[in-house]
């Protein structure tokens, strides 16, 4: 029986998004061009400081038996964990905010349903990278600590809440009412209690290959992150707003996961 922590731990990251999304009942328009590439550059660091320091770290560390080739388990989890990103890339039809070009296979979804996955595929790694830290913590494992895998869920919200908005603004601006904007928005944030709770699931079952699962979430997300949110901070007239935002986030992703670990 999971205990209310990790019941809530999975759950965090799905309010970020929802909170995010709830921005469509009280701003009007589009998020400004500046706005979006500080909240993507935001993002990104969050994601790539979580990567390293709640998902690659411990996964060498737990790999530490192997002496010298402590990292194998680490570069193959992380590559299976890009190969499947870039598989499901190539195959869901999605579309990227500020985007005219369809990604995937395919289909003839409308412009909002693709917009709604394309967020949706990026949140797939983020609840699995919840999952395997909270698989790791109900398994004793002595690298893994509730605060680590709580820092994991409060930074994956906070940088999920700006996502929502992202989503469903453009939604509203598209046509749909504030309240169905809300929703899809809202939803494509439900995946990663979902997928966070299958990854424990599995991993109990995994526990010796745990340093290959936590490798492997940290692999899916740098994929997501140097294949959208990256392009999206640099995108457009030359600034540096995404370039220091990503600093921000980095920051405070490594701070959470070093006071709360």
Same mark, same amino acid.
Request: charged share 10%; with cysteine; glycine share 10%.
């Given at each position: 029986?999971?205990?209310?922590?990790?019941?809530?731990?999975?759950?965090?990251?799905?309010?970020?998004?929802?909170?995010?999304?709830?921005?469509?009942?009280?701003?009007?328009?589009?998020?400004?061009?500046?706005?979006?590439?500080?909240?993507?550059?935001?993002?990104?660091?969050?994601?790539?400081?979580?990567?390293?320091?709640?998902?690659?770290?411990?996964?060498?560390?737990?790999?530490?038996?192997?002496?010298?080739?402590?990292?194998?388990?680490?570069?193959?989890?992380?590559?299976?964990?890009?190969?499947?990103?870039?598989?499901?890339?190539?195959?869901?039809?999605?579309?990227?905010?500020?985007?005219?070009?369809?990604?995937?296979?395919?289909?003839?979804?409308?412009?909002?349903?693709?917009?709604?996955?394309?967020?949706?595929?990026?949140?797939?790694?983020?609840?699995?990278?919840?999952?395997?830290?909270?698989?790791?913590?109900?398994?004793?494992? !002595?690298?893994?600590?509730?605060? /680590? #895998? &709580?820092?994991?869920?409060?930074?994956?919200?906070?940088?999920? %809440?700006?996502? *929502? $908005?992202?989503?469903?603004?453009?939604?509203?601006?598209?046509?749909?009412?504030?309240?169905?904007?809300?929703?899809?928005?809202?939803?494509?944030?439900?995946?990663?209690?979902?997928?966070? !709770?299958?990854?424990?699931?599995? /991993? #109990? &079952?995994?526990?010796?290959?745990?340093?290959?699962?936590?490798? %492997?979430?940290? *692999? $899916?997300?740098?994929?997501?992150?140097?294949?959208?949110?990256?392009?999206?901070?640099?995108?457009?007239?030359?600034?540096?707003?995404?370039?220091?935002?990503?600093?921000?986030?980095?920051?405070?992703?490594?701070?959470?996961?070093? #006071? &709360?670990?």
């Amino acid at each position: 029986m999971w205990s209310k922590d990790v019941i809530l731990g999975l759950l965090i990251p799905f309010a970020g998004t929802a909170g995010g999304a709830a921005c469509v009942f009280f701003m009007r328009g589009q998020l400004n061009e500046k706005v979006q590439r500080a909240l993507s550059g935001f993002a990104a660091g969050v994601m790539v400081a979580a990567s390293i320091w709640s998902l690659l770290i411990p996964a060498m560390e737990q790999a530490s038996g192997k002496g010298r080739w402590a990292f194998v388990p680490a570069v193959i989890g992380f590559w299976c964990g890009v190969l499947l990103l870039l598989f499901l890339d190539s195959v869901i039809p999605h579309l990227h905010v500020d985007s005219d070009k369809p990604e995937g296979l395919h289909s003839n979804f409308a412009k909002t349903t693709m917009m709604v996955l394309a967020v949706t595929l990026h949140n797939i790694p983020e609840g699995m990278a919840v999952g395997v830290v909270y698989a790791g913590f109900l398994a004793d494992n !002595a690298e893994i600590t509730i605060g /680590a #895998a &709580l820092a994991l869920s409060i930074g994956i919200a906070i940088q999920n %809440f700006p996502e *929502g $908005a992202i989503i469903s603004m453009p939604l509203h601006a598209n046509g749909k009412s504030r309240l169905a904007a809300f929703r899809d928005g809202a939803l494509s944030g439900a995946v990663e209690p979902i997928f966070g !709770a299958l990854t424990i699931l599995a /991993a #109990a &079952l995994l526990v010796p290959t745990m340093p290959y699962l936590l490798s %492997f979430a940290a *692999g $899916a997300m740098m994929y997501v992150v140097v294949e959208e949110l990256v392009p999206e901070m640099s995108a457009g007239e030359h600034t540096n707003i995404g370039v220091l935002m990503f600093s921000v986030g980095f920051t405070l992703m490594m701070a959470l996961d070093v #006071a &709360l670990g």
